[in-house]
């Protein structure tokens, strides 16, 4: 069935240094892709979305990239700051309805200063 | 301060209880969606209403009922509750009833702990 996950549960990285959270879907019609960031006591927040046709978009010290090949999502965060230290979800969004928006569990990054 | 106004933000109740969690979107949004995240689960998608109507639902329970108002504020029930509904409630909206364009824009939720 339709299926959003991450492969790491947890993730610690240094300060400064780059974090790399990874994703995978299962569902090739999903054509929208969306990271949230949820920090604690907060709801998720929008962080970068890519769409279908693209493989790579890039933010603010943010990027994704889509390997549709693999069905494979990746946030890339530049230069880790102890601020950055949250829970990140993928989100799959397939062609058929954004309520149909499907959420990865989620992946937790510490960042150690 | 994201937009959307979620209200209580901490409520505690008793087993087999009734609550009502409210939610305003954002302004110019009319899609509404509610989502339920329990302990170290990602978030489950309950209902969606579009400019007041039904649009969707996912894992709601029958105890479970939701709507949105003229006014296109939401209220989610939650009814004979028991300790497994002891969770986060969010409430997010968009614009778009389809495609979310944009993602949705998130309240901080409503923690829901059932004594």
């Known amino acids: 069935g339709e299926n959003v996950g991450l492969h790491l549960p947890t993730l610690s990285v240094q300060e400064g240094d780059n974090s790399i959270i990874n994703c995978a879907y299962s569902?090739?019609?999903?054509?929208?892709f969306i990271w949230y960031k949820q920090e604690s006591g907060k709801g998720p927040q929008f962080i970068i979305d890519?769409?279908?046709?693209?493989d790579k978009r890039q933010g603010q010290r943010v990027t994704v990239l889509l390997n549709k090949t693999v069905k494979h999502l990746s946030l890339q965060i530049a230069a880790t700051q102890p601020g950055d230290s949250a829970v990140y979800f993928c989100?799959?969004?397939?062609?058929?309805?954004?309520?149909?928006?499907?959420f990865g569990a989620g992946t937790r990054l510490f960042v150690k200063a | 301060d994201s937009g959307v106004t979620q209200t209580p933000k901490h409520l505690i109740t008793a087993t087999g209880q009734r609550v009502t969690l409210r939610c305003s979107p954002r302004?110019?949004?009319?899609?509404v969606y509610w989502y339920q995240q329990s302990l170290d689960q990602g978030l489950q998608f309950l209902i969606q209403?579009?400019?007041?109507?039904?649009?969707a639902k996912g894992n709601i329970l029958e105890r479970f009922s939701a709507q949105q108002f003229p006014d296109l504020h939401s209220e989610l029930n939650l009814s004979s509750l028991e300790l497994g509904d002891s969770a986060l409630y969010f409430c997010?909206?968009?614009?778009?009833?389809?495609?979310?364009?944009?993602?949705?824009?998130f309240g901080s939720g409503t923690r829901l702990t059932v004594v």
């Open positions: 997010a909206s968009s614009v778009d009833f389809g495609l979310a364009n944009y993602g949705y824009t």
């Open positions: 569902n090739s019609a999903s054509d929208y």
């Open positions: 890519i769409r279908s046709n693209m």
């Open positions: 989100a799959e969004t397939p062609n058929t309805g954004g309520f149909k928006t499907i």
């Open positions: 302004s110019g949004d009319l899609s």
């Open positions: 209403y579009y400019n007041g109507e039904e649009r």
